[in-house]
């Protein structure tokens, strides 16, 4: 059994009106593919267009009946999570389709397996611009061998990607944990609260930098020469990034103080002419030296708190700030109920007729009729 839930809309739209933003997508089901679609309507004539699909493979014959599921409501069950829902519990799935208000997209193949056999089962899942591309995706990978073709050509993508970037598969996990950092949510290397808490500026102060904040920040902090090996490290991460289409400003923010011959930034300098990144230096996307001599606090604190992760040259290798772990969470302390206006009136000796209620807590219940709560 399968699970997902569908945005298809940008990330800071769906985090300002999560709700909203599910009333404009309806779903549909193929069975003669084992898919499902979901598709946004559009709010004006200028809204792209936008399709998912989640499609079911099976190696062999299909033993039943593919089941589906659309409404997150009827998947979860009434106060369930996603840790324990009610679909699991050995009931089909409702098959469910159309506006449902808070769409997913689920699909069930039930299975019995003999003695030491086994099945292989692929899920996929994609997005398309149109109906027909989303319905030609469904067809393309009801095949159960296109799962297995499509890995093989990935891999063979990345294996001659790495060659042409020189990059070894070790280093490339490395850069792919980083990028997890840097365009996803993790925050682990994020800055903390009390550099969101002072920052006074917004993006329009990262302009004067030449930064135009519109790509998600990575920011490298150099202290002593031996930091260098670091930034080129970072340099090839965004090469490979870029290969993959994703975009992000790497700020190189020099620290070292500065002296008559400041022999780091002119090796920093030069490594961002000479490599194959060059191209793209001080570019949207691309790399921004900035002297960290000279620049305000306020400017220093913006560069942090503006950045999805912060990498410090004095802070060990990538993969040693890549593994350092998650801080603690703050958890507040317990409520504290402070005398309202109504212990005020007791201390006067006022006297409250209070009504019969239901379910009275000392402060309210509800009034036998139950049309009302009474405080």
């Not at 490395?174 to 994020?190: I, K, Q, T």
């Not at 930034?265 to 060059?278: A, I, K, M, R, V």
């Not at 708190?305 to 990538?318: C, E, P, Q, T």
Request: a negative charge; aromatic letters at 6%.
């Amino acid at each position: 059994t399968s699970y997902a839930e569908i945005v298809l809309a940008p990330q800071k739209d769906d985090l300002a009106h999560p709700v909203f933003g599910k009333l404009f997508l309806e779903t549909e089901c193929r069975p003669e593919t084992a898919s499902l679609l979901c598709s946004r309507r559009p709010r004006s004539a200028d809204d792209p267009g936008a399709w998912a699909i989640h499609v079911l493979s099976m190696e062999g014959r299909m033993q039943s009946a593919v089941e589906w599921e659309t409404d997150r409501v009827r998947f979860l069950g009434r106060g369930r999570g996603t840790d324990d829902p009610i679909a699991l519990d050995g009931r089909p799935l409702s098959g469910t389709v159309g506006a449902t208000l808070d769409p997913i997209l689920s699909l069930r193949q039930r299975i019995r397996l003999a003695p030491g056999g086994f099945a292989r089962l692929s899920f996929a899942t994609g997005v398309a611009p149109d109906r027909d591309a989303a319905v030609a995706l469904c067809m393309k990978y009801a095949d159960p061998t296109s799962a297995a073709r499509t890995f093989a050509l990935a891999a063979t993508q990345l294996s001659i990607s790495l060659r042409h970037l020189g990059i070894p598969i070790e280093e490339a996990q490395l850069y792919e944990r980083l990028a997890s950092r840097v365009f996803h949510a993790d925050r682990s290397l994020g800055p903390g609260s009390e550099i969101l808490e002072r920052n006074r500026l917004g993006q329009p102060g990262l302009w004067g930098h030449g930064i135009s904040g519109d790509h998600p920040i990575l920011l490298v902090r150099v202290l002593e020469p031996d930091d260098i090996g670091l930034v080129s490290q970072i340099l090839r991460a965004q090469d490979y990034w870029r290969l993959k289409g994703l975009l992000s400003d790497v700020v190189i923010l020099n620290e070292h103080p500065v002296t008559y011959r400041n022999e780091i930034h002119e090796q920093l300098t030069g490594l961002l002419d000479s490599g194959p990144w060059g191209a793209w230096k001080d570019k949207p996307g691309g790399a921004f030296l900035l002297t960290g001599d000279g620049m305000g606090e306020a400017d220093r604190t913006l560069l942090a708190a503006a950045s999805r992760a912060v990498l410090r040259g004095d802070a060990g290798s990538l993969e040693d700030q890549l593994n350092r772990p998650y801080p603690d969470p703050v958890v507040p302390g317990p409520l504290v109920v402070k005398p309202g206006a109504g212990a005020a009136s007791e201390e006067i000796g006022e006297e409250v007729d209070v009504p019969e209620l239901s379910l009275w807590n000392g402060r309210g219940g509800f009034t036998l009729d139950g049309r009302e709560y009474a405080i």
